[in-house]
DNA sequence: CCACTCAATGTTTACGTAAACATAACACGA
DNA sequence: TCGTGTTATGTTTACGTAAACATTGAGTGG
């Protein structure tokens, strides 16, 4: 910085208000300086910046892996937003979801570069006695509860599921069975109780729940269980990936989609148009999720002070082929 | 952290030793200092540690998208390799793949708070004239040639698709079509220019080659164009996602799989194995390519000093359902 | 014409850390 | 007993920036 305030004839200090765009410089002087800096290849130097200013502009995110399509959309989602906000996206993986592992990765993220944290996680895994927050660094959560604690911005999980179960009952199916997601998941939760409550306040009867792990093996496995039950006629699973093994076991089995069996699956990842059949499905907006999880921590960042609360982000049926009136014969 | 130093009663460089693990301190000062730590809630800055070091102990990884599913898993795995080598990962994401954008995302990352840039996109886009890495910020590349300028870290995409393509060769079949990835992606050109040598080299008839973008859907669009042709018997799809695609077509014209054609993918994503039928694919292993580039990035931080060549990471063929032998009747 | 205001720019300082150097205390062999 | 080396710890300093304050000079109203 002092060579380029040496080479443009000025301070230290107006060089600095050129390069933070500040007012109060001639436009001839911040001329000169700015040819200086590229003269010399200037680049401020974030470090001295963050110390200075006392903040990074940057964001971490944490998460499990990035094998589930929805937590890499949501990831690319907030990447693109924190960018558009001038803010930077640190990764912070976390290998296995063991409470040691997540403190471990909390205390590390306390010593990393972020104004805040993006957790993409279940709560419950950071249990509030052992995660200490380092002090300056705010919380925003997805695909979780605990809005209580903390600002949580998460798809409207439960209308979700409840759309996809009446849209299947709505198209003459007297039930629905449920491939469910892991247990600890709170997503995978909320699609389950949404689609009991919904078949309950429909007066219908509740199959057993399959548990699958959101892989489409999972799916597959669960498939070849319910190609069993002759009387099921529609299956909603709690992620596409399950829907694509549960299609995968039921072309197997020689049940037709939608003919004998449809099947309705909750993202609507980019593949899912592409499964045989296209895929019917509940689609997330990841988008916007992104985007509201990355504008909660600007605020906090900004306000200095916590959020807590609940915002659900809307989700929408999207009819394709693997879905259809149960046949008349069967059933 | 002098209030740290105070508390222990010794000096603020005491405390740095000890938050640093470094030798010459007695095992009883070192307790007191590390119990003074957690009493005050002590975090080292990271910003003024990185700016007395020089060093941010911090990739940055520049992408275009992650919605192919190979990026996601690269990327994937360099911040598992990154973390555990104590380097914390920072996503640059480039919304248009333009020059300008590229040019754009560098500079930026030049103000950044990385020691090394890992690029998975290719490298045409960042035309040498116009990038100009900031002075200290080494380079790694995947998923592009230019070895020559630049460190490389690759899937071996020719010997891969070689392999797949020997592999429908080896079944019987008399030739095999190609759905290949968009012009601009060197490992679509690779993968391509291999097909159609082992066909030459086979003394093959070598069909027109389809294009498709990555996505399932241009996949279904490539495979309805194969659907009418009723010498094809083969086909190799250069990614796993237009692989989907190509059989949904396949299957919606009524052609069977593997029974009248044989289909092969590339990537082996963790779907592929539940597709219907489960596809035959070349499996990647994204796991060292992200651990190469990680390494690579690391040994140029630390030798100071940049790196050029190729390293190419073998891939091997995974045989599922989705390719036999052609019918006897057909073809 | 002078006191005053305001805009443009310069000077000083502190942010938290770790390297380099300085000091103190102690052990050991001659 | 006294150097001499070694280990533990303290002191000083600089990293690059931007906030706070200081200075300069030109324009304005009385």
Redesign the pocket.
Known sequence: ??DVARLA??????V??V??GF????E??RARVLEAMTELGYR??SA??A???GEFRTIGVVTFTLSTTGNVHTLDAIARSAAQEGYAVTLLPVAVPTQDEVRGAFSRLGELAVDAIIAIMEVHLLDASSLVPPPNVRIVVADSHAGDRYSVVDTDQVGGARTAVDHLLALGHRTVWHVAGPEESFAAQGREGAWRATLEAAGREVPTALRGDWTAESGYRAGLLLAEQPDCTAVFAANDQMALGVMRALHEKGRSIPGDVSVIGFDDIPDASSFFPPLTTIHQDFDQVGQLLVESALRQIRTGSGEQGTTLVPTHLVVRESTGAPSAGRC
């Open positions: 910085m002092i004839g000025v301070s230290g200090q107006t600095s208000r390069s933070n007012p109060g410089v001639t001839e002087t401020p130097n001295a910046r110390m200075r200013r």
